[in-house]
């Protein structure tokens, strides 16, 4: 089945650790998104790629980068994790054609210690 | 800037029909989503609606939209246990970019 997978489901950093979160999808669609989700908040967009063009939010912290290496595959990378980082992390793809909605992972739960 | 607003919780009994609400600011939303998360899941679409519709029916799923009032609902008919999750609303207002309200949890109640 056509689908976004994300790894690992549970991660448990140290403070100030650099972190990579992984996303891969088979749909080979063009658009994949990050969104971090907090404990009963809305989720919030950090970045998405179109193809290979990279659009970052205006609020997004600068210790969140992210990498597209390819089509398949996209990864969340937190320089200097903070307790205020720990969230579940959501990647998300889309066709880019209108808004048919998002295909999300089923999330990496992020616990800084 | 967009803003996607909705209770945070609705309990009902199992069989009986619920009602998540959404208000919404962006006037040129042209999709309008619910999605349902499942506890410690992703998000998964349920459905969603074109700005240019009224009304939109799935299985036991209806939504209903009120573009002049920018208000979005979804019907769930025969709720069952089943159906307890989150649910959120959110809106396409172009540039790639979905906007989630904080979403309503649903309880269903045997």
């Known amino acids: 089945d056509a689908m976004v997978i994300q790894n690992p489901r549970y991660q448990v950093t140290q403070f100030g650790k650099p972190v990579t979160l992984s996303c891969s999808q088979t749909l080979n669609h063009n658009v994949m998104y990050w969104y971090q989700q907090k404990s009963s908040q809305a989720p919030k967009l950090l970045f998405h790629y179109y193809d290979k063009d990279f659009n970052n939010e205006a609020d997004t912290p600068d210790n969140f980068q992210s990498r597209r290496p390819n089509t398949s595959f996209c990864f969340l990378d937190i320089r200097s994790p903070g307790l205020g980082d720990a969230a579940m992390y959501l990647c998300?793809?889309?066709?880019?054609?209108?808004?048919?909605?998002?295909?999300f992972g089923s999330g990496t739960r992020l616990t800084v210690v | 800037g967009e803003d996607v607003e909705q209770s945070l919780f609705l309990s009902v009994r199992e069989g009986d029909s619920s009602v998540i609400n959404c208000t919404y600011t962006d006037s040129s939303s042209t999709y309008l989503y619910w999605y349902k998360q499942e506890p410690g899941a992703g998000l998964q679409l349920l459905t969603y609606i074109f700005s240019n519709m009224d009304m939109k029916q799935d299985q036991r799923l209806t939504v209903l939209l009120n573009k002049k009032d920018k208000h979005l609902s979804l019907r769930i008919a025969d709720t069952q246990t089943g159906d307890s999750a989150i649910y959120f609303c959110?809106?396409?207002?172009?540039?790639?970019?979905?906007?989630f309200g904080i979403g309503t949890k649903l309880q269903v109640i045997p």
């Open positions: 998300a793809t889309s066709s880019g054609q209108g808004g048919y909605g998002y295909t």
């Open positions: 959110a809106e396409y207002g172009g540039y790639q970019k979905v906007t």
